[in-house]
């Protein structure tokens, strides 16, 4: 199972406003209510390593980001896009190299079915967000660190120990090295940007691109879930 699914429209979703709304008149079914939208942003382009089926670097080129409770979107103009589930997002930071535009790095989990049928291979594939407004980079990254929280790993124990872990989440995975895994040179200079920058992310915020606080904001959460 690919962790990015191309999609030709984006899903809908409400304000914070208009959530508020609904919920006060009491729907017949809070299940029905479409999700919140934290963040969007224009002017956004992307890129897979390695690349995505069916997405061309002219997809990636500049689009719209959408950091939904449900699901991160992004939409170019060609009319294609992807949206991944937060659960698939095992790693998420800033990264501000010298002398290059500044960027999110996510890892994604990629999980494929073993030739035994039953067990299951994890690999890995890298995704870079970068805006055009660098100023938008720290909002971005506080949504989708807002809305990754709202998707906790199934599988992780309270008890389970997390201190190998560098970056954080309750359903993140450290990345280790191990079985072959290994980094792209985005990769690298990303995760060079982790240690000893950490910050909470999860401030609430009002409203739909709420208002950076301006601070350093650089790594994520702790897998154990500690705050």
């Known amino acids: 199972m690919v962790s990015a699914t191309i999609i030709t429209s984006v899903p809908s979703f409400v304000s914070p406003e208009q959530h508020s709304e609904i ?13 919140v939208l934290r963040h969007k942003e224009d002017d956004i382009s992307v890129s897979f390593d390695p690349a995505l089926e069916q997405f061309t670097a002219e997809d990636g080129k500049s689009g719209t980001l959408y950091v939904i409770e449900s699901a ?69 990254f506080e949504s989708l660190s807002l809305c990754a929280s709202l998707h906790p790993d199934p599988n992780m124990s309270e008890d389970e120990d997390g201190d190998d872990a560098f970056i954080a989440g309750d359903h993140f995975e450290t990345f280790t090295g191990e079985d072959g895994e290994e980094l792209s040179e985005v990769g690298r200079a990303a995760l060079e940007h982790l240690e000893s920058i950490i910050y909470d992310p999860f401030e609430q915020r009002d409203g739909v691109n709420g208002n950076s606080n301006g601070s350093e904001n650089e790594c994520i959460r702790d897998e154990s879930g500690d705050r």
């Open 72 to 140: 991160l979107v992004f939409m170019s103009p060609t009319g294609r896009g992807f949206q991944i589930p937060y659960p698939a997002i095992t790693l998420h930071a800033v990264s501000r190299p010298q002398g290059a535009s500044p960027f999110i790095y996510c890892q994604l989990d990629e999980v494929t079915n073993d030739t035994g049928g039953d067990l299951e291979n994890v690999d890995m594939r890298e995704l870079t967000i970068t805006p055009k407004n660098p100023a938008s980079l720290d909002p971005i």
């Open 23 to 35: 919920v006060r008149a009491t729907p017949g079914s809070f299940s029905d209510i479409p999700p």
